[in-house]
């Protein structure tokens, strides 16, 4: 009988030790150090030991990333700082570019890319892509006065584009596919078809989301019939930050509750 009381000794023991290591791991979990110190999420490691935020971003994109007297400004700008806020930390911006960013992440040069950037689930496996934030996709704008609401009604319809831009493939796409509206590519920049869309040279103009709102919120007499593409914005985190990538979707569930986005819509796009 000493032999299955040794036995049935050992096996506590073992349980025992298994419960501890479970409790460990979910201790690491929390704090992005495992039981030995290694940083089982190194980057939010790094994060909390430094007090930073590293974020890489592609200076020179307005209104989203820019330079404004000597320093980083924009809708992402703010929207780093807010995050990094509710982290209880500092954002500190490492100037990058939409070709490099990945490569950033990788190599530790940054812990986060805020920066309009695509949602790419092809790279999925060279990052943790966050909840979308804003919608860049392609609009159909028309004035207030006008019968289109949506682009069902373009039929015979002039519709202006900026020539070579996202909204002109859209636009030549749906001819091809049977669509009877006129295209007139005519136009240098989304601004342009939107100012010959006020002037009343044509019925209708395809621009992107942040070109809308701008337009928008200088002429009221123009609005959006329908959201005609869908290409929203995320933050990117390296694959292994799995608490970053936690810790900001839980941030910006909290920033669009408090209204974060509606404020940084009206300050940045006018």
Do not use: C
């Not at 000794?9 to 979910?26: C, E, H, K, P, S």
């Not at 592609?58 to 924009?74: K, V």
């Not at 780093?80 to 490492?94: K, T």
């Not at 569930?253 to 940084?264: N, P, V, W």
């Amino acid at each position: 009988m000493r032999w299955r009381r040794d036995g049935r000794r050992r096996f506590d023991a073992v349980a025992l030790l298994i419960i501890a290591g479970y409790a460990a791991l979910a201790v690491s979990a929390q704090t992005g150090l495992n039981v030995v110190g290694q940083g089982l999420d190194p980057v939010w490691a790094g994060v909390q030991q430094r007090r930073t935020l590293r974020v890489a971003v592609d200076l020179g994109f307005y209104p989203f990333t820019w330079m404004e007297d000597g320093n980083p400004a924009g809708y992402d700008i703010d929207l780093a700082h807010a995050i990094a806020a509710r982290l209880g930390v500092q954002a500190e911006f490492i100037p990058s570019g939409l070709d490099s960013i990945y490569d950033d992440l990788a190599a530790r040069r940054a812990d986060i890319a805020i920066s309009a950037l695509p949602y790419a689930p092809e790279l999925g496996w060279r990052a943790r892509f966050s909840q979308f934030y804003f919608d860049a996709g392609q609009m159909l704008v028309v004035r207030s006065d006008s019968s289109i609401t949506s682009e069902a009604d373009l039929t015979a319809h002039v519709v202006g584009v900026a020539l070579g831009s996202d909204a002109d493939t859209l636009a030549r796409r749906r001819l091809m596919e049977g669509a009877s509206f006129v295209l007139r590519p005519d136009y240098d920049t989304p601004a342009d078809a939107l100012a010959a869309l006020q002037r009343g040279e044509v019925d209708a103009v395809i621009v992107d989301h942040p070109a809308a709102l701008i337009a928008m919120a200088h002429a009221p007499e123009l609005r959006v019939a329908q959201a005609l593409t869908f290409e929203p914005y995320v933050i990117a985190v390296a694959p292994e930050a799995y608490r970053l990538h936690e810790a900001v979707n839980q941030a910006l569930d909290a920033l669009r509750a408090e209204g974060f986005f509606e404020e940084a819509q009206q300050k940045w796009f006018r």
